[in-house]
């Protein structure tokens, strides 16, 4: 079995994020997912917060509740192989992990996503639209997007960054590796730089960081 748990939901809902852990584990799940709450245009979530009825997610709820989840699941036993996934050993996830290691994959049905390696591509969103490109023998494909060659490099990193295999030492300049490691953002382990559970809540910015710093060691 594998849950999905909302990060960072509303203050005024009056969650108790220790206990729904607990609860979670208790569960016995072989995998889990967190996942920070966003708040979409139209929907009730979107009303209530521009009514101040709801508070917007809060980063630093997100970065305590983030930390605890880490605590509480690594005490029960399960490891965060990725930024928002944990799993016991052997659960992991075979599906999602393709994705993280920029392998290609091939989406089916109405607004699948694919990847050849070089380029994405994704069908037709509206099933109508779909089923009559597909009746008439037509690609199903809406559009595509070819990635360049410093694009392919930079979703390399964030991904690996994503993951707790990390990225080559190589791929990070000395200067880089001393800071994140003295900042408590990352850990070089056997030649890897994995990043922390505290660089983890701040990647976007580690590998902004990284990809605009001067290519030298």
Do not use: K
Request: proline share 5%.
């Amino acid at each position: 079995m594998s849950l999905d748990l909302i990060v960072a939901v509303p203050a005024e809902l009056g969650r108790d994020w220790r206990r729904d852990l607990d609860a979670a584990i208790g569960l016995a799940p072989a995998h889990l997912s967190l996942y920070g709450l966003t708040v979409e245009a139209r929907t009730p979530l979107a009303r209530w917060v521009s009514r101040g009825a709801a508070s917007a997610p809060d980063d630093d709820r997100y970065a305590e509740e983030y930390l605890l989840a880490h605590e509480r699941l690594g005490a029960a036993g399960f490891v965060f192989y990725e930024v928002s996934n944990a799993a016991r050993d052997g659960a992991r996830s075979r599906h999602n992990s393709a994705y993280w290691s920029g392998r290609p994959y091939r989406g089916l049905g109405p607004a699948a996503h694919s990847f050849d390696g070089r380029s994405r591509f994704w069908n037709l969103s509206a099933w109508e639209a779909y089923r009559r490109a597909v009746a008439a023998g037509r690609s199903p494909v809406e559009a595509e997007e070819v990635l360049t060659d410093e694009q392919r490099e930079l979703e390399r990193i964030y991904l690996g960054l994503r993951t707790a295999e990390g990225i080559s030492q190589s791929d990070c300049p000395t200067v880089r590796q001393s800071d994140w490691v003295r900042s408590g953002w990352a850990e070089v382990v056997e030649g890897r730089v994995r990043c922390t559970p505290e660089g983890w809540l701040r990647l976007d910015a580690l590998v902004r960081d990284l990809t605009l710093s001067p290519a030298s060691s």
